[in-house]
């Protein structure tokens, strides 16, 4: 009922707390303010821009570019609601081009910050200069004719403490302004970035010749030699970029990067297509890896409907799933033609080993015996041997002081009789009275894993020092997340150092894994890591580790093996239960028991 004369319970907020409130949709944390500032940097034309924060950026945030710049008239008005150079009408936001374009992102940040401001356009003889605080312009000065814009951020959240409390650690900060900027140069290859903090240079991307040379920058080398390209088009839209090899697909979820006409976003329907595309070659578990740029004619998509334009709507949601879908199947077939798997076309060019189903009378009982644990070599029963021949293109490998691994103490276990080995991949034994095949990669991974996780729980896995330290590049949230968990990964056997600000020195990994490649090994296991502050429990966080450090120490598909390795290996995976999975949850095993060979050959009932 309307209440005439009386005063009503509807209030219109004032003009503060109005902004806080939108300040609240826009800047989440220090790396969103970093994401707008950076993408009107862009909008301005910056060719290159250095990014400088102190503390995570809550005590500064300071982005320099060499854009246009703003003109006396225009620089204050940029910090009024909704102004914007960006739109003329309302017909424009059908049609975005530019990265910002509400006007909302200035405002908003100056209502929670301390801001000082100085710009200058290309053709003015003096730059200006000016202070916001609490949301309004200060006195402007005349300032060096410096083309571009330079815009500091202290302060910040400096009156809500209720927000500023809930933000995480300084590491974790910077790890959001890390990825805001690898978005960045990912998406604009052709803009040089620099990153900042505490004065120390974390990130350095100069300007690329092509989105290839951007994604090596920023994902490292070693993603790209996982990864096959991406190639689609329709008349109204074009996906490119990479995907990784369904045989190199982790348990991470880092890189899943989607550009769209070079805005970061999410989109369900998109990824949706991208899991398609991979189908039943994905493993259980397991995650598509991916850098794809998807560009849609700007008419056919809505961007407006998330505050921090993160999600977007397409017109032909349809269409675009199709495009997607259809390209990452292609690219997955051709990734299936030059993949070392079993069956491949390049291992079937190999010569068929001699020593495949018992022909191996070449071979002394030195060779045969077991050289220790590790990608290029036999399970480990305590001995040690020279290296028998492994296929080549493995990358390098670590070389260690010893390489003896702790045994354990056997059970007695029925008779096993090593049979042979089929495509360098699957063993062929009989255990007591039932023909096998099993796995060898994924059946050593289980004992390495059963072993790991006994000396994790028992008094700690022992580290095996190496005798040369591995430098390994790291991307900027990487290193930070080494440096905040490097206790962590002592108590897993494996000691690293800082190594400069984007790096690190291995110098020892956990005993028993033998030789592995360096760097695929510790950016497993630093995905992993990246994940444990979703994990609920400490088993949570550590069994992914472990599942990872076993997965590069064992023994690879096509890696041959003589028949007293087989017959090692099948008794290491007997004793440690014969699980029938790895602990990614890959198959370890077929078994035909002697009636069920009976029942097939017809011999039951006779």
Not at 13 to 36: F, H, N, T
Request: charged share 25%.
């Amino acid at each position: 009922m309307l209440t005439i004369g009386g005063r009503g319970k509807i209030r219109i907020l004032s003009g503060d707390v109005v902004s806080r409130i939108a300040a609240g949709e826009v800047v989440e944390r220090p790396a969103a303010v970093v994401k707008e500032l950076v993408e009107n940097s862009l909008d301005a034309g910056s060719r290159s821009l250095t990014i400088e924060v102190k503390d995570g950026g809550l005590t500064l945030i300071r982005i320099t570019d060499d854009g246009e710049g703003m003109s006396r008239e225009d620089a204050p008005l940029a910090f009024e609601r909704h102004a914007t150079s960006k739109l003329q009408s309302d017909e424009d936001l059908w049609s975005i081009h530019t990265m910002g374009f509400r006007g909302e992102a200035l405002p908003s940040i100056a209502s929670v910050s301390h801001v000082r401001v100085s710009t200058a356009i290309r053709s003015a003889e003096v730059g200006i200069e000016f202070q916001v605080k609490e949301g309004r312009v200060g006195k402007i000065v005349e300032a060096p004719p410096v083309a571009g814009t330079s815009i500091e951020v202290g302060e910040l959240f400096y009156n809500q403490p209720a927000r500023k409390k809930f933000l995480k650690s300084v590491p974790t900060e910077l790890s959001h302004i890390s990825r805001v900027i690898q978005q960045a140069a990912l998406a604009w290859p052709s803009v040089h970035f620099r990153l900042i903090h505490n004065g120390t240079e974390i990130v350095n991307y100069p300007a690329a010749l092509s989105e290839k040379d951007r994604v090596s920058q920023v994902c490292r080398p070693l993603f790209l030699g996982r990864c096959r390209p991406v190639q689609g088009s329709l008349p109204t839209a074009r996906v490119g970029g990479y995907i990784v090899d369904p045989v190199h697909a982790t348990s991470s979820r880092i890189p899943q990067e989607l550009f769209l006409n070079r805005r970061p976003v999410r989109n369900a329907a998109v990824f949706h297509a991208v899991a398609e595309g991979y189908g039943a070659s994905l493993p259980k578990g397991l995650h598509p890896l991916f850098v794809l740029f998807l560009d849609v004619d700007p008419d056919r998509v809505d961007v407006n409907i998330h505050p921090a334009k993160r999600d977007v709507r397409f017109a032909d949601p349809d269409m675009i799933h199709q495009l997607v879908r259809r390209a990452v199947r292609q690219a997955i077939g051709a990734a299936q033609g030059h993949s070392i798997m079993p069956g491949s076309s390049e291992q079937r060019e190999r010569p068929a080993s001699k020593r495949l189903w018992g022909q191996a009378a070449d071979v002394s009982s030195e060779q045969a015996q077991l050289q220790g644990t590790g990608a290029e070599e036999a399970p480990s029963s305590g001995r040690r041997d020279s290296p028998t021949a492994v296929p080549s293109g493995f990358g390098a490998q670590l070389a260690f002081v010893s390489e003896t691994a702790e045994p354990y103490a056997r059970v007695p276990l029925g008779e096993v009789v090593a049979l042979g080995q089929l495509n360098r991949t699957f063993l062929v034994v009989q255990i007591g009275g039932d023909l096998a095949v099993v796995d060898q990669h994924t059946a050593h991974e289980r004992v390495l894993f059963e072993r790991l996780y006994r000396a994790w729980t028992a008094r700690g896995i022992q580290s095996q020092p190496l005798l040369l330290p591995q430098a390994i590049g790291l991307s900027a949230p990487h290193a930070a997340l080494v440096r905040r968990h490097q206790g962590d990964l002592e108590k897993l056997g494996l000691e690293l150092e800082p190594f400069g600000s984007s790096a690190v020195l291995i110098r020892a990994v956990p005993t028993g894994l033998g030789k592995i490649d360096p760097e695929p090994f510790l950016q497993d296991v630093l995905d992993d890591l990246s994940q444990w502050n979703h994990a609920s429990t400490v088993e949570t966080k550590v069994r992914p580790v472990l599942a990872s450090l076993a997965c590069h120490g064992a023994v690879r598909a096509g890696r041959p093996l003589e028949l007293p390795e087989i017959k090692a290996l099948i008794e290491d995976w007997r004793a440690e239960g014969e699980m029938t999975t790895c602990p990614h949850g890959r198959r370890t095993v077929f078994r035909l028991g002697t009636d069920d060979l009976e029942k097939m050959f017809g011999r039951a009932g006779w």
